[in-house]
Nanobody
Framework: QVRLVESGGGLVQPGGSLRLSCAASGSIFSIKAMVWYRQAPGKERELVAFITSTNSTNYADSVKGRFTISRDNAENTVYLQMNSLKPEDTAVYYC????????WGQGTQVTVSS
């Protein structure tokens, strides 16, 4: 059984920064990619950033140049550095392992507001 625990969210002013973490634990034999999603109130969950086992990355157009995804394979942890935050970045952020598509953590709330 795989468990995902997100952390690092909070309230930040526009233009500020946050660093999210997602720790994966459990019966993990071969994690390939890790993904950050977000879901804003009344909206569908959307993919924010993606990183492969070889550190290839991809980002949603809305966060390119502002967000950076990284990983620590030894710790089965993925990070999301978020800079120049905007009010529209407000959402609950979740990580996911595509190898375990039905496993989700509790998410971490990010609120960008003055």
């Amino acid at each position: 059984q795989v468990r995902l625990v997100e952390s690092g969210g909070g309230l930040v002013q526009p233009g500020g920064s946050l660093r999210l973490s997602c720790a994966a634990s459990g019966s993990i034999f071969s994690i390939k990619a890790m993904v950050w999603y977000r879901q804003a109130p009344g909206k569908e969950r959307e993919l924010v950033a993606f990183i492969t086992s070889t550190n290839s990355t991809n980002y949603a157009d809305s966060v390119k140049g502002r967000f950076t995804i990284s990983r620590d394979n030894a710790e089965n942890t993925v990070y999301l550095q978020m800079n120049s935050l905007k009010p529209e970045d407000t959402a609950v952020y979740y990580c996911n392992i595509p190898l375990y598509p039905n496993t989700w953590g509790q998410g971490t709330q990010v609120t960008v507001s003055s």
